[in-house]
Antibody
Framework: QVTLKESGPVLVKPTETLTLTCSVSGFSLSNPRMGVSWIRQPPGKALEWLAHIFLIDEESYSTSLKNRLTISKDTSKSQVVLTMTNMDPVDTGTYYC??????????????WGQGTMVTVSS | DIQMTQSPSSLSASVGDRVTITCRTSQNIASYLNWFQQKPGKAPQLLIYAASSLQSGVPSRFSGSGSGTDFTLAINSLQPEDIATYYCQQSYGTPRTFGGGTKVEI
């Protein structure tokens, strides 16, 4: 059974750095047909893709947030970590990690974590 | 970035109705288009990948069509459990992008 689970702080202060961990099971992060993305959702708003990582070191970031984001993975621990610097109240929302599965040339987020709510407030 | 425009932003329909949601992209993405369903308080779930392929376990009343810049998600015979917000998403290029969502109510 494939599962992903997000963990990290519930509350962060403005200007602090957020570190979120996605722990995966049921698949290997070294599998070339799979990767992991981070996606967030402010309360009552739409989904926003943040970053992904797959293969050995293929990383990509949101254009508007790329200066604040870093994604990395520890294959031996089956974990993917996202850091976001200089947090602001507008960054409040639910953060999801999701598996990217490659159906041939097309990839899709086929399994999602339950999400973790992060509030940015002093 | 590839812009995704969904319409309508919300709709109300009756049980048994056929419902269609459209997604338009700012550039040609061939068939690199996925659809997700999100129920309140839950994580999104993949419905359709590659524009028209039904994800395993998804009821056959859901279908997807289109290619290039115009795509459609159809729900044949709307059921009460289909109440949710639906999102399109492109996997043609990076950054990946989502549409603004369509809220379906009964």
């Amino acid at each position: 059974q494939v599962t992903l689970k997000e963990s990290g702080p519930v509350l962060v202060k403005p200007t602090e750095t957020l570190t979120l961990t996605c722990s995966v099971s049921g698949f290997s992060l070294s599998n070339p047909r799979m990767g992991v993305s981070w996606i967030r959702q402010p309360p009552g708003k739409a989904l926003e893709w943040l970053a992904h990582i797959f293969l050995i070191d293929e990383e990509s970031y949101s254009t508007s947030l790329k200066n604040r984001l870093t994604i990395s993975k520890d294959t031996s621990k089956s974990q993917v970590v996202l850091t976001m610097t200089n947090m602001d109240p507008v960054d409040t929302g639910t953060y999801y990690c999701a598996r990217m599965f490659f159906y041939g040339a097309v990839d899709a987020f086929d399994v999602w974590g339950q999400g973790t709510m992060v509030t940015v407030s002093s | 970035d590839i812009q995704m425009t969904q319409s309508p932003s919300s709709l109300s329909a009756s049980v048994g109705d056929r419902v269609t949601i459209t997604c338009r992209t700012s550039q040609n993405i061939a068939s690199y288009l996925n659809w997700f369903q999100q129920k309140p308080g839950k994580a999104p779930q993949l419905l359709i990948y590659a524009a028209s392929s039904l994800q395993s376990g998804v009821p056959s009343r859901f279908s997807g069509s289109g290619s290039g810049t115009d795509f459609t998600l159809a729900i044949n015979s709307l059921q009460p459990e289909d109440i949710a917000t639906y999102y399109c998403q492109q996997s043609y290029g990076t950054p990946r992008t989502f549409g603004g969502g369509t809220k379906v109510e009964i």
